[in-house]
């Protein structure tokens, strides 16, 4: 499954404000190459994200009766009867429902009388249909062309060290960067958190209470279904320590980078979005 990241959600937003913009504009806007924004838009388009298409607002042709309509189903009667309205050219959208109604579907007819034939004439080819409730749509205050996709989450990063300063080091370093950063200071804690968060990236110490404590903690992480693809980047000084020896160097290491300690903010930027970027 392909996930969207900052780039393509401002490409998107951009597109929604003004569908017409071409790719140039797009990425004058956003200051990247034309090329960039065409070959995102290519693999959008592709996926299934995006699609183009004109918008027609119903008032404007005519079309000013606006209704709700809410259907009780046969049990077994739901997706024949959705798949028949679908193909109502009245109807605008049919949606599956939860709760006290089965289906739902938002109607646009020229006047009442058009509405009243569709309702006693139209519907009755709707097979296992037990009740209609209809509501007529007074005024709306935003229309379905109007939302414009959220801003991109911040990617969360766990930082797993007993090492205060160099967590707050890297917080700094990542949060400038639009990353949320969140810390655990044991091996215990990480496991817990990592579980109760999910995060997109684990920045993982080795030596905290014990000397190889980083490594057990990534291997708990491994075995756990919903952390075990979560990237997690090794950053450590124990290469360079009297534990030296102690590094698991000719075993499996479940880690996705291992950097040694001191690691400039440039490189730690770099490996955090590389590794971002695989997911």
């Known amino acids: 499954m392909y996930h969207i990241d900052e780039l393509d959600t401002e490409i998107i937003r951009r597109l929604q404000a003004d569908g017409r913009a071409s790719n140039v504009d797009v990425a004058r806007a956003l200051g990247v190459a034309e090329a960039t924004v065409r070959k995102r838009l290519e693999r959008l388009t592709e996926e299934g994200i995006v699609s183009f298409s004109a918008c027609v607002l119903p008032q404007k042709v005519g079309l000013k009766t606006h209704t709700i309509m809410l259907f009780k189903v046969e ?10 309205l679908a193909r109502m050219a009245e109807l605008r959208c049919v949606h599956f429902l939860t709760g ?3 289906l739902m579907a938002e109607a646009v007819f020229g006047d009442t009388e058009s509405l009243t034939r569709f309702l006693t004439e139209k519907l009755t080819s709707v097979p296992g249909v037990l009740h209609i409730s209809t509501s007529h749509v007074l005024e709306t205050f935003k229309e379905p062309r109007e939302w414009v996709l959220p801003e991109a989450a911040p990617p969360r990063i766990l930082v797993v060290d007993d090492d205060p300063d160099f967590v ?5 370093v990542l949060r ?8 655990a200071g044991t091996a215990e804690d990480a496991l817990a958190r990592a579980r109760a968060l999910v995060p997109d990236l684990i920045i993982m110490d080795v030596m905290m209470k ?14 756990v279904k919903e952390l075990a693809d979560v990237p997690v980047l090794m950053i450590t000084s124990m ?8 590094f698991p160097t000719d075993e499996y290491l479940p880690v996705d980078q291992l950097l040694t300690k001191p690691v400039s903010p440039e490189r730690l930027v770099s490996e955090v979005d590389r590794l971002l970027k695989r997911r």
């Open 75 to 84: 049990v077994g009667q739901v997706e024949k009867a959705g798949r028949t």
């Open 100 to 102: 006290e109604y089965d």
């Open 168 to 172: 707050a080091i890297v917080r700094e």
């Open 176 to 183: 400038a960067h639009r990353m949320d950063v969140v810390s």
């Open 210 to 223: 014990g000397v190889l404590d980083g490594v057990y903690a990534t291997r708990d992480l491994r075995e």
């Open 239 to 246: 290469p360079g320590s009297a534990y030296a020896e102690l």
